[in-house]
């Protein structure tokens, strides 16, 4: 059993820069693959950005490539997500999560976090 906990969320203005993290306990983070989805207002949860086990791999959405880069540091149990020129549209909750059986490409996660709202202000 992991527990995912996503920090960093909030208020941010357009253009500017946010760090999202998420911490893990229960289990090694090391153990799976980390991802981070979002849902804005009244849309489904899509898939922003993945990360492999070591860290050596990732994966992002078409729409996340370029501003979005996603890291983590096992030793600390912790996943990032950094979002750079942030824009209005980037607004919704961010969750991470962490799956041990899946390919980055296609995660189906086994567990989630609460999630952390980014409203970014135009």
């Known amino acids: 059993q992991v527990q995912l906990v996503e920090s960093g969320g909030g208020l941010v203005q357009a253009g500017g820069s946010l760090r999202l993290s998420c911490a893990a306990s229960g289990r090694f983070l090391a153990s799976y693959n980390m991802g981070w989805f979002r849902q804005a207002p009244g849309k489904e949860r899509e898939f922003v950005a993945a990360i492999s086990q070591s860290g050596i791999n990732t994966y992002y959405a078409d729409s996340a490539k370029g501003r979005f880069t996603i890291s983590r540091d096992n030793a600390k149990n912790t996943g990032y997500l950094q979002v750079n020129s942030v824009r209005p549209e980037d607004t919704a909750v961010y969750y991470c999560?962490?799956?041990?059986?899946?390919?980055?490409?296609?995660?189906?996660?086994?567990?989630w976090g609460q999630g952390t709202q980014v409203t970014v202000s135009s």
């Open positions: 999560a962490a799956d041990q059986v899946n390919r980055l490409s296609a995660l189906q996660p086994q567990y």
